[in-house]
């Protein structure tokens, strides 16, 4: 029951000692305990029957929980309070309101007073009252003098937040100097003490920050506030002027806060205000690298204009900011004028008047799921919209998201949740856009609210709206979506998931809202974070700083050559790392918290802290991380020069052609090339004469190959043309035979170990009729395009003779001579970052510029680590992101402050270490699904090697499956061909389990019990290991063989698999519990 009630509660608070032991816990609520009162109505109860008019829903909590260790009750409990006060500066009053009437315990007596009861009104119930007074003394607030310097002064030494010259020694001294009528400065005291100071001017460059910020909405907000408050305010205090129009406004200068105080320093603003009657807009300007401080919760944070990019971040405040507080009640059909008003306008306005009114005539939607609609209102004013839909999909949800990570959902009923159907809220109400999905899931009685957020090309989409997206990333938590098993269905039958579960739907990003989180507000982090390359690296990094539950980035931007990588479909032209598939981004939150910026990096500006995009486009930014990747480069003909076909081979196509490209030539780098190609060749080729020639090394040249031969192609149009001294990169000779076979088998046309030596003999390019190859130490020919190519059918990895024959490529793809890309190369080299093939980074992934990261295959580690060849290329790019995002984070998130301390004196010395497999896969010819797991280095020393190989099927029939064991008999490589589609989710699961593990695999396999892998791994036992939270129950295992005893271990460790399969009966429903057999 208390486990319960605390997993609802609004705010837990937990008083521990130095040694981490529990000495108390304390749980609040927004209802009253039990049942006296609906808890969707219980102000009026307060008000009419306890007394307490001064009671609202946003200035009060319910004590519905208090525990302590016998002899520390008074204390914690006084603590406790405290604590409450600190955390939520809104909080008034705390009340204990029950069904008991007996008194409470001595302790809390202490802390609480008796509400005044009206005679013979209500229920009975015991009714208590604790106020903010009582326990945070308010703070007295005064003009500062001078004499206040040294106290002051060791507080802005101790933490400064705002403070532009305090390389200036005079500078607080001049402000407390200056004062006059529009400058004032003023401080805090405690005690008689300053504990703050906030110094202000009215004379305010409002001009310019016109040009900066988009101030539209305060406009707006301006002019409800006075039409709202004229009949309060007398008439030659109030102001008619709007916000951009003239100087109506104070700006803060500088403002600093003792640490122990700064949750209090909101009562800064009614004073400054008064010290300001005639203004209505207070402002304060911070640095985008400053920390976030309490005060600015308060403030509207104003985003920039979409041209612009400052180096600080504006807030505003109202002065009806103060005074008006915005209430959330159930929608009335009176309200429907009003709403229509603020939907004005809105892409899906006609999809939420619909939803409105059937909440209204049935409170059912088109499906017939119940609906909920609230209006928040200020001043008797709608400002916003809630329309709530029961969610159907909770076993999906949680099934396919990672969604226990912030709940127990075993404390949840399945009619508790609810989906966030629409909101608007006019941007003004930002600030208390907490309170409002506090009060939307009190009043509908909902405990977890979901928000999907669909790509725009979903049908999804269409069904739901929310204006102002920020007002959901501010309060809600992005939940991570978790690996799912590929099951085997049809051998399951029965036994095999819920079909609601295993159905995909639309993919999603999924938000959650719940009770817990709605008093815990979020750090703001305002820094420019400029990442460049959409590459794995890129796109990982981006991951972890958007799915960090208590910070939110408001400028994370992205710098791609083509956009937003999952806008496109994946054509299968290029081999693909098993990294992020388009469904794997729709499930992230990336379009929603990262803004993206199409085009190339041509100029990095490391003075201005700017990069130029293609187009004219400067971003700047306050960190920037390079991780554009390596690129398959345009070919540049090697000419007829002997010489330069007889030295090293990839010289002649090394940095790239720089003139034009023909159209009928493609560089397959990205989704979008291939998708290009895939277009053209649908439209221009393949109903088409002509050929086509695949130029390059390595697997990409075969999935091409593949990708050509599946739209139809026939394989006599087709040629191979491998670079000398290329490698297969197939990584396994069976796999190599089979590839050779099938090119063999559909007539494609495979030459080794040869340079493009000339395009259209020469001429211009365009459009390619012709292309000429030259081999090292083989006579030069010059191919006409008149014969077809008599392929002389050698071996793939033999040695073929010299080309005797010309083609006529209608079409020319190219993934040859990958480097690093020629505009990012001379972006680097012009910035002077040190460039040694490849961008130098340090093992913190540091370049010679603090500002600037570097990380991915576009680096290396400096030559002091005497690393040699090794850099980040050589190992899985998604766990380097990870490692990279850990290294940012202690420099944004205030829970990691010790992490940001300065690490061991030879951490920094030693090169990185990844455990993470390297992975490659894709459709070869014969339609073969290849699938290729490797350990990254270092190799183990010679001699180190346990384990074996085991093998099974033959390539030739498509059910071929390789697997080494390494040191401790762990899963090390595997490589995998079928003619079906691979279960590769599962298949990854496999990489550094134990052959224990996955049933004795090893003795099984040597005893001949395991005559076919891809049938073993397809068994239901074997399903458990492929679950997400089998490492978690790795973890507990070994716990449990290093503290258990013999005796103990065997009945631990079963009961251990039996806790593990019960709670995840939902995705293992093959298993047998106890009791069932």
């Known amino acids: 029951m208390a486990s319960s009630r605390e997993e609802r ?435 509908a009685r909902r405990s977890c609210l979901f928000h999907r957020s669909y790509p725009p090309t979903s049908p999804g989409q269409e069904d739901s709206s929310v204006l102002h997206l920020d007002l959901v990333l501010d309060c809600a938590v992005p939940v991570r979506p978790r690996r799912q098993i590929v099951y085997p269905l049809e051998e399951l039958g029965l036994n095999a998931p819920s079909r609601r579960i295993t159905e995909d739907q639309a993919p999603f990003a999924l938000s959650l809202v719940c009770r817990k989180l709605t008093l815990e507000p979020k750090v703001s982090v305002n820094a420019r974070i400029v990442v460049v390359g959409a590459s794995d690296t890129g796109l990982s990094l981006l991951e972890e700083l958007c799915l960090c539950p208590h910070l939110r980035f408001h400028n994370l931007t992205l710098v791609s050559t083509h956009g937003y990588p999952g806008d496109h479909e994946d054509a299968g032209f290029l081999s693909t790392s098993h990294a992020y598939s388009t ?18 990096m041509v100029a990095i500006d490391r003075k201005s802290q700017l990069v130029r995009v293609s187009g004219g486009v400067e971003v700047p930014y306050d960190h920037l991380v390079l991780c554009t990747g390596l690129q398959y480069q345009v070919p540049r003909p090697t000419g007829l020069d002997p010489n330069r076909c007889g030295t090293d081979p990839q010289t002649g196509s090394g940095s790239g052609s720089s003139g034009p490209v023909p159209s009928n030539l493609f560089t397959l780098n990205d989704l979008h090339d291939c998708e290009a190609a895939d277009r053209w060749l649908r439209d221009r080729f393949v109903e088409l004469e002509g050929d086509a020639v695949v130029y390059g090394s390595g697997v990409d040249v075969f999935t091409a190959a593949q990708a050509l031969l599946g739209l139809g192609v026939p394989g006599g149009r087709v040629h191979l043309v491998l670079t000398p001294g290329a490698s297969s990169g197939l990584g396994d000779p069976v796999v190599e035979k089979a590839v050779a076979a099938a090119l063999e088998e559909a007539e494609v046309r495979v030459h080794r170990g040869r340079l493009l030596a000339l395009m259209n003999d020469g001429r211009d390019p365009e459009p390619l009729a012709s292309v000429t190859f030259a081999s090292d130490g083989e006579p030069l020919l010059r191919l006409q395009c008149a014969v077809r190519l008599l392929w002389s059918g050698y071996g793939l990895l033999s040695s073929s003779p010299p080309l005797k024959a010309s083609c006529l490529p209608q079409v020319f793809l190219n993934v040859s001579n990958k480097g690093v890309d020629r505009d990012a190369f001379r972006s680097i080299a012009d910035s002077f970052l040190v460039f040694d093939g490849r961008l130098v980074v340090s093992a913190a992934f540091h ?140 298949y990854l699961c496999l990489y550094g389990k134990h052959q224990l593990l996955l049933g004795r695999l090893s003795s099984r396999y040597q005893q001949g019990l395991v005559p076919d892998l891809h049938s073993f791994f397809s068994q239901s036992c074997c399903l458990s290991v492929f679950l997400d939270r089998f490492s978690d129950f790795q973890l507990e295992l070994q716990q449990i063989n290093s503290n258990a005893t013999e005796e103990e271990l065997s009945s631990s460790v079963r009961s251990s698999a039996v806790k593990y399969l019960n709670y995840n009966r939902n995705l293992l429903p093959m298993f047998a519990s106890p009791g069932q057999l």
């Open 583 to 600: 469904r794997d981004l729709a499930q992230l939150p990336l379009r929603s918290c990262v803004t993206m910026v199409t085009g190339k």
């Open 9 to 443: 509660a609004n705010l837990a608070v937990t008083l521990a000692n130095e040694k981490e032991e529990i000495l108390a816990h304390a749980s609040f609520l927004d209802h009253p305990l039990g049942d006296v009162v609906d808890p969707r109505c219980w102000e009026p109860f307060l008000q009419s029957h306890l007394g307490a008019e001064a009671c609202t829903p946003l200035n009060t909590l319910f004590l519905h929980l208090f525990v302590a260790q016998p002899g520390f009750a008074a204390a914690s409990a006084k603590k406790i309070m405290r604590a409450v006060f600190d955390a939520v500066v809104e909080l008034e009053h705390v009340c204990l309101v029950g069904p008991h009437v007996a008194a409470p315990e001595p302790a809390l007596q202490d802390v609480f007073e008796p509400l005044q009861r009206a005679a013979g009104a209500g229920p009975r119930c015991s009714a208590l009252i604790s106020h903010r007074h009582e326990h945070c003394p308010k703070l007295h607030f005064r003009t500062a003098r001078v004499e206040d310097h040294d106290d002051i002064m060791n507080i802005f030494k101790e933490q400064a937040k705002l403070l532009p010259a305090f390389d200036d020694p005079y500078f607080l001294a001049e402000l407390l100097d200056s004062q006059d009528q529009k400058n004032h400065s003023a401080v805090c005291e405690m005690d008689g003490v300053p504990v703050g100071l906030v110094s202000l001017t009215s004379a305010v460059a409002l001009k310019h920050l016109v040009e900066l910020f988009d101030l539209s909405e305060l406009d707006a907000w301006h002019q409800a506030a006075a039409a709202g408050s004229s009949a309060s305010r007398p008439e030659e205090t109030q102001s008619t002027g709007c916000f951009s129009e003239s100087s109506n406004v104070v700006s803060i200068q500088a403002f600093v806060m003792d640490k122990d105080y700064e949750n209090r320093s909101v009562d800064f603003l009614p004073y400054i205000f008064s010290v300001f009657p005639d203004l209505d807009f207070l402002l304060i300007s911070v640095a985008t690298t400053s920390p976030e401080f309490p005060l600015l919760q308060s403030f509207l944070r104003v985003p920039p204009r979409a041209s612009c990019s400052p180096p600080r971040q504006l807030y505003v405040l109202h002065r009806a900011g103060l005074s008006s507080v915005v209430e959330v009640r159930p929608a009335a059909p009176a309200d429907r004028p009003a709403v229509s008003h603020l939907v004005t306008g809105l892409r899906s306005s006609e999809a939420l008047m619909r939803d409105l009114d059937r909440y209204h005539e049935t409170r059912r939607d088109q499906d017939g799921v119940p609906l909920q609609a609230f209006v928040a209102q200020v001043l008797g004013q709608v400002v916003g919209v809630l329309i709530l839909r029961d969610e159907q999909d909770v076993s999906y949800v949680c099934a396919r998201y990672n969604v226990e990570n912030f709940i127990y959902l075993s404390h949840h009923r399945a009619e508790e949740h609810a989906q966030l159907l629409h909101l608007v809220l006019r941007r003004r109400c930002r600030p208390a856009s907490r309170h409002v999905f506090k009060e939307a899931l009190r009043l």
């Open 847 to 986: 370049t010679g510029d603090p500002a600037v990261s570097g990380a991915g295959p576009l680096t290396k580690l400096s030559r002091c680590y005497h690393a040699g060849g090794w850099s980040h290329a050589d190992f899985n790019s998604k766990e380097v992101g990870r490692d990279l995002a850990a290294r940012l984070l202690p420099l944004f998130d205030p829970t990691l402050e010790g992490a940001a301390e300065t690490p061991p004196p030879d951490a920094e010395r030693l090169p990185p270490l990844y455990t993470q497999p390297k992975i490659q896969g894709g459709k070869l010819p014969g339609g073969l699904h290849y699938l290729r797991v490797t350990k990254p280095p270092p190799t183990e020393p010679p001699g180190a090697r346990q384990g074996g190989d085991m093998a099974t099927g033959r390539a030739e029939t498509g059910n071929y499956f390789h697997l080494s064991l390494g040191a401790g008999d762990l899963v090390e490589t595997l490589t995998c061909l079928s003619p079906k589609p691979l279960p590769f989710s599962n």
